[in-house]
Each structure stands twice: as C-alpha cells, then as structure tokens.
C-alpha cells in the first residue's frame, strides 16, 4: 500500500531526512495524546491562510503582469526584500505595537531561526559570549551553542523579564579586562538574546523600566540585543471591557534620537505564529549598522532577498486587508483557549499551583506543588492519563532547575480537547500530590 508521506529515502542522508519528517508529521497527529506540548499555531486558525494566500497571490500575479510582464516578482529581489512588502509590513505593525514601524528598518526573511543564525555567523565567532534569559527557547538556545558554538552565559528571569542587576553583574564578569571598541569589522563585543514579549516559555513580558536599562546596558557595554519578537502580533486584553493597550517591542527603547544611540537591539519576527508557520516568511527590524552589513555581505550578493517571491504575495495580502482580521480571530480563540485552561484549573488545582495568565503568545507558565516533579508528572500523564506537556527542565541548560514548573502551549489543540487535557493534567497532579481528590 503507497505511504501517505512522499518517500524521500534514496541514500543514507535522505533516509535521516525522512526521519526527521515522520518526526515532525507525528508531532501534530499525536496518536491519541492531547498535545498541549507543541508550540504549533492552531489547526482550525490556519483554515483560512489558504484563501487568504490564494485571493493574494492572484492578485499580485495580475498586477506584475501588466506592470512588469514577470520581470520583478520572478527574478532576483532587493537584498532588504520588496519596497512593497515592507512598506505594507511597516504600516501593519505600527497598528499593532502602537508606535510607528519604518519602512526603512525593515528586512524581509526567510523565518526567525535562520535569522537568528545569520545573525550569529555576520557579528560572532565560536567562543564569544552570548547572554540569555534562563529559562529560555531551548531550540533557539541549540541555535546559539550548537550552530553558531556561542559560550551560553545564563541571567534569571522572574515576572518581568531578564534581571538587570544580574544581568550587569554577569556583563561586568565577562567584559574583557582591556575594554572593547567597536569597528566595522566587530561593532559589537557580545550577543543578547531574549524573549522580551510574551516570553517562551513563561509568558511574560520585559517591564518598560527594564527594556530602559537593557538598552542602557546595551550601549555601554556593546552588545547586539537580538529579540525574538516572533509573539509579539498575538496580543489581548483578559478583560474584555477594556481596551487593548499595545505592548512595544524592545527596540522601540532604542531611540535614534538619543545622544548615545549606536543601534544595538533588533526586533526578528516571524508570520509563522499568527500565519502559518509553512511560508517560512519573516521580518528583521534593525539599526543602519546591522542592515549594511548584512546586505553587504556575499550571501545578499549571491541571492538577493531571502524569500522574494512569498514576500511579494504578502505585501500584497497585507496591503488588501487580509491579515488583519485573520489576526484578531487567532487572538480572540487563543485567548477563549486559556481562559478555558485557567476555569479548569481554578476548580480543580485552586491554591495548588500558580501560574500568572498572559497577555497573548501561545503558553502557560505552571508552578507545580511542592513535592510534584515535572518529569515525574509528565511520565504520568503519558501513559495513564494521554495527554503531554512540556517539562520545565527543558527549557534550561542548567541540570535541576524548573523541576517543579510545566509549560502548556494553548494555541495547537481544538477546545474540547483543551479543556479535557486540562482535565487530565489536574487528575495527574492531584494523583501525585493528594490521592484523595482525584
């Protein structure tokens, strides 16, 4: 009988690519599990990203013919992505974060992990210091120390994001005895790497007096603040009698027009969170001295833009009003998906774990009780009880910490199948920890 999954075995690189593809497909047809563990957009938020890409991709494929008979969208694109694209991305997330976005600061990618990469390999070498919140996106921390063999300096984290004064502690144990100086060729000493908003996987977001003293300690200090804003479009108000007050990205605290500006915090986003994640589209908002050399280098000469024809088609989705309204039907299902979370949660665990709910992003950030281990739980949960979630001691490189904590993701699964997963981590956790109320 043919395979549902296009054979990709032929010799023994493709037979490892096949693994890893079965992995992948397995993740979201989870054989019976609840999967509150994937960070994965919603299957049912992703229905209308076919009609919304078809009804643009049309659209723009008109427009080029009589404009430009398949000159421009087909051939090699500018290296910071189509005019176009950006200057509908820019007006798109000034609506969003509430401040203006430029055009000018734009850049189109191909997803935030090969950004974050490239970052890596145009400003660092193996050995160099990069700081991060702990705990942390395990993927990207693979990205930093396994890829681009960065030293992985952890800094605590607690309800507002990265602590400053552990920060600069850290910063002020590791700057170089001689001092640094930036050049052309090495305008920053180290890397800065954070979730600043709803952050993965707690949830919360860095509070404005910090993103102040980030930036402060950024400038004095020489480093690329590089931002995983990939969250930041998902965002809600729990009440919803009030209005939406937008969160700002960290860069918006990198003012041009102070004194001591250099550029030194980029935002790297991302449509995969609130699109689909398979259009593998992304954006880099940064300073002159970032987009120079980044643009100057071969891979921008060879290639040009990173994924122009997908960007074209967007820019043209976001300039007809398509995007909009399909973000804010996510964040209203996102934000029904963890209230329902929090009810189930609020009549069975009351005064047994806490949790803080947050303002968009995908995740919720559970402190377990005393005496319940994470590891434990989810060894439960998975063969009694069906359903899965991430353990917190994944999200550190540090052996025994977050022993007690478990990240759910809210986005992936349909209702039903959250609220009975809720259900079924509760009866997990009250096995462990009070056999009586079960």
């Known amino acids: 009988m043919a395979s549902a999954v296009p054979s990709l075995v032929g010799n023994d690189t493709d037979s490892t690519l096949n693994g890893y593809f079965h992995s992948e497909l397995e993740s979201i047809d989870t054989g019976g599990i609840c999967m509150l563990k994937a960070g994965y957009p919603g299957r049912s938020t992703m229905e209308s990203v076919n009609d919304i890409m078809k009804e643009a991709c049309l659209k723009r494929l008109e427009d080029e013919a009589e404009l430009y008979r398949g000159f421009h969208l087909h051939h090699y694109g500018m290296g910071v992505g189509d005019p176009f694209f950006r200057e509908s991305l820019a007006k798109f997330l000034t609506k969003v974060y509430g401040y203006e976005v430029r055009r000018e600061s734009l850049m189109a990618t191909n997803g935030a992990s090969p950004t974050l990469l490239l970052l890596c390999s145009m400003f660092f070498q193996a050995a160099d210091c990069v700081f991060t919140e702990d705990p942390s996106y395990p993927i990207g921390l693979g990205i930093l120390t396994q890829d681009a063999r960065l030293k992985l300096i952890n800094v605590p984290l607690d309800a507002d994001g990265i602590s400053t004064i552990e920060l600069e502690a850290a910063l002020q144990k590791h700057y170089p005895a001689k001092g640094f100086t930036p050049s052309d ?15 993965n996987p707690t949830g919360c977001c860095l509070s404005e007096d910090r993103c102040k003293t980030v930036v402060r300690l950024a ?3 020489h480093l690329l603040v590089v931002c995983d804003d990939v969250y930041t479009v998902l965002q809600w108000e729990l009440d919803d009698t009030t209005a939406r007050e937008p969160v700002k990205v960290l860069k918006y605290y990198d003012q041009e027009s102070d004194a ?12 995969s969170k609130f699109l689909a994640p398979g259009l593998r589209l992304g954006w880099l908002d940064a300073p002159l001295v970032v987009l120079r050399r980044l643009v100057g280098s071969s891979t921008f000469s060879s290639g040009g833009d990173l994924n122009h024809f997908l960007s074209a088609v967007m820019g043209k989705a976001l300039q007809m009003g398509l995007v909009e309204p399909h973000v804010a039907d996510v964040c209203a299902k996102y934000k029904e998906n963890l209230l329902a979370i929090h009810a189930v949660f609020e009549k069975r665990l009351e005064g047994i774990v806490s949790y803080t709910l947050p303002k968009g992003g995908f995740f919720l950030w559970v402190q377990l009780p005393d005496g319940v281990n994470c590891e434990q739980l989810l060894e439960l949960c998975m063969s009694k009880y069906k359903v899965s ?5 994944s999200f550190t490189t540090i052996p025994g910490r977050f022993q007690n904590f478990i990240r759910l ?20 956790i009250l096995e462990l920890h009070d056999p009586e109320k079960v």
């Open 185 to 199: 060729d090495k305008p920053f000493w180290s890397m800065l790497y954070l979730i600043p908003t709803f952050h």
């Open 219 to 221: 400038r004095k200090y």
């Open 260 to 271: 001591d500006y250099y550029g030194n915090v980029v935002s790297n986003g991302s449509f």
């Open 389 to 393: 979630f991430a353990p917190g001691t």
């Open 409 to 428: 993701c809210y986005s992936l699964a349909d209702m039903d199948e959250l609220v009975q997963g809720a259900e079924e981590i509760s009866s997990a």
